[in-house]
C-alpha cells in the first residue's frame, strides 16, 4: 500500500485505546457470529466450512442448552466468561517505499503495510512494572524490540500483525503475526542458570539487571496466561478489524512455504514458527487455495523477483471468505 492509504486507514480504529477482551476459543464464537446473521440452525452450520468450530467445549456446551438447536447472536454471547483477559488495540504502519528492502520487510510488495497492535492492559503494566521494569524503559517495554513495529506511547504490545489491503477490490492479506515480547523472555530465560535462582543479587541480562525469582515469577504467574493465546487473539483480532471496520470481505494468508519464497527469507535465516502458517489458520476455518491476491500478481508486471517467482512455482494460499 501507497502512505496516503495506510494514513487513511488508521483513522478506521474508533478510538486510540479500543479494549479488546479475549478469552480462550473466543475466535469460534465470532466466526459463527458472522456467519449466522439473526440465527441459523445447527445442521446448516455442519453443512458450513465452520463445521469443526462446533467442536469446541464452549460450543459443545452451549448446543445443549439450546432446545430448538438454532444458534443466534444472543446465544453465543451468552457463551462469553465473566472474565476475559483485556486488551488494547491500536494501528501503526510499516514499511519505507523509499528505503525498501523484501527481504528486510517482510513484505509481499514493495509499500507499506497497516500494523494492528495487541496491547497488554493496565493491570498486566502495573505487575510487569513492579518487577522488571526501571522508569526510564517503561514506555518501550525490555521485551520490545524497537525496530519493529511496536507501540511506544506508553502501552506494551504483546503481538502485532502486518497487513496488506486493497480496498477497492475488498481484500487483505495477513502478512505475519508475531511476538517479540514472548520470543525474548524466552531467549532471556535460556540464559539463566538453574542456580541463579537461590542467589539474592540480580544478574546481568541483555536489557539489565534483574532478580532470577522475580523474572520466574512475572513469567510463571502473570505471562502464563498470554503463553497459551496470543496467536489465536492476534489472529481474532485481526480478522475482527478486517470485517467490522473495513468491511474486506477476503482475507489472505500466507502458507509457510509461500512466504518463505515471496517474503525472500535466505537458508540461514531464523524463520518464523511453522505452526503460525499451519495450525493457526486451520484452526480459523481458512481454506487452502491456489487463487492468491490479485494485487501480488499486478505487482509482478513491475517487479522482475514476483515475476520469475510465480513462474517457478504454483504457490498455495489460505483464504476465509465471508
Not at 523484501?102 to 495487541?118: A, E
Request: overall charge positive.
Amino acid at each position: 500500500m501507497n502512505t496516503a492509504t495506510v494514513n487513511y486507514l488508521m483513522e478506521k480504529l474508533p478510538s486510540k485505546r479500543q479494549v479488546y477482551y479475549y478469552f480462550k476459543d473466543r475466535y469460534a464464537l465470532d466466526l459463527l457470529n458472522d456467519h449466522i446473521g439473526e440465527g441459523m440452525s445447527v445442521s446448516e452450520i455442519k453443512k458450513s466450512p465452520l463445521k469443526p468450530l462446533l467442536n469446541k467445549p464452549l460450543l459443545k456446551n452451549l448446543l445443549s442448552s439450546i432446545k430448538d438447536q438454532r444458534v443466534t447472536p444472543s446465544d453465543l454471547i451468552s457463551a462469553w466468561p465473566t472474565q476475559p483477559e483485556a486488551f488494547t488495540l491500536s494501528l501503526g504502519s510499516w514499511g519505507d517505499p523509499n528505503d525498501w528492502s523484501r527481504n528486510y520487510d517482510q513484505m509481499g510488495r514493495k509499500g507499506k503495510n497497516l500494523v494492528l497492535q495487541l496491547n497488554f492492559s493496565n493491570r498486566h503494566d502495573a505487575v510487569y512494572k513492579k518487577l522488571i521494569s526501571k522508569e526510564d524503559d517503561f514506555d518501550e517495554g525490555v521485551f520490545n524490540s524497537s525496530c519493529h513495529p511496536v507501540h511506544n506511547k506508553g502501552r506494551l504490545t504483546l503481538a502485532w500483525a502486518r497487513i496488506d489491503i486493497d480496498l477497492k477490490n475488498n481484500v487483505a492479506l495477513i502478512e505475519e503475526i508475531q511476538s517479540d515480547w514472548l520470543r525474548e523472555v524466552r531467549s532471556d530465560l535460556s540464559d539463566i542458570k538453574p542456580q541463579d535462582y537461590f542467589q539474592r543479587d540480580p544478574i546481568q541480562l541483555w536489557f539489565g539487571e534483574v532478580s532470577p525469582k522475580r523474572l520466574k515469577y512475572y513469567v510463571e504467574r502473570i505471562l502464563a496466561p498470554y503463553w497459551k493465546l496470543w496467536d489465536e487473539a492476534m489472529m481474532a483480532a485481526t480478522i475482527q478489524f478486517l470485517r467490522q471496520n473495513l468491511g474486506i470481505s477476503k482475507i489472505y494468508y500466507y502458507t509457510f512455504e509461500t512466504g518463505r519464497h515471496l517474503k525472500d527469507f535466505g537458508r540461514n535465516e531464523q524463520l518464523p514458527p511453522k505452526s503460525l502458517y499451519t495450525k493457526l489458520p486451520k484452526k480459523f476455518c481458512f481454506k487452502l487455495t491456489q487463487e492468491g491476491p490479485e494485487f501480488l500478481k499486478k505487482a509482478a508486471a513491475k517487479d522482475n523477483f514476483l515475476k520469475c517467482k510465480f513462474k517457478l512455482y504454483d504457490f498455495d494460499w489460505f483464504l476465509l471468505e465471508g
